[in-house]
């Protein structure tokens, strides 16, 4: 008897140490799960508290002219002296690429190729809407007018054609556009390529 005494005590002690190692590993993942959800908490809550506060680093020199400050834009009232410059909102209106063969005045095809990518630039929010509801028209005009291009001016005035090209486009669609609701201010090229 007493050696079954000894037998289930060392039984009984193994599985009491694995029990101890096991809950230690439980308790080491469960910590660190928390330090780790403590971590990502803090971190948004800098993130949304440090705010989109606008950082006022330039700092003008004592004794600007006025006329210097009323260019630059007005001058804080807050005493801190940095001037507030006043920007414009700019409305754009992209449109697609425009990609054909340029042909010879023999109407031959000149065996180059003209892409252009026009955005206009318009005088309100609100023409975007008009422009949308003229765009077959738009696009037709603004081909007729580069298929109008010599090849002679696109492969060797190429600036001075950009020039007029944007001049009748905005010409032709400010004519399509309803009256009041505002205007083609200008015509921006992002491609404008001769290959």
Do not use: C, W
């Not at 403590?38 to 948004?44: D, K, P, S, T």
């Amino acid at each position: 008897m007493a050696e079954d005494d000894t037998t289930e005590s060392d039984s009984s002690e193994p599985s009491l140490i694995a029990k101890l190692k096991s809950d230690k590993k439980l308790m080491i993942m469960v910590g660190g799960g928390a330090l780790l959800l403590l971590l990502l908490i803090g971190g948004a809550a800098y993130y949304f508290l440090s705010g989109d506060e606008p950082k006022n680093d330039v700092v003008t020199e004592e004794g600007v002219d006025s006329e210097t400050e009323d260019a630059l834009g007005e001058v804080d009232d807050s005493g801190s002296g940095l001037a507030q410059p006043k920007f414009e909102k700019v409305h754009m209106y992209p449109l697609k690429s425009f990609f054909f063969p340029i042909k010879l005045k023999s109407k031959e095809e000149s065996g180059r190729f003209l892409l252009v990518t026009p955005s206009f630039s318009m005088s309100n929010a609100g023409l975007g809407g008009q422009i949308s509801k003229n765009l077959p028209g738009i696009r037709k005009r603004i081909y007729n007018i580069l298929l109008r291009q010599s090849y002679k001016n696109l492969t060797t005035k190429i600036e001075s054609t950009k020039e007029r090209v944007k001049k009748r486009i905005i010409t032709k669609v400010n004519e399509l556009l309803p009256v009041g609701t505002g205007v083609v201010q200008e015509v921006y090229f992002s491609e404008f390529i001769v290959k």
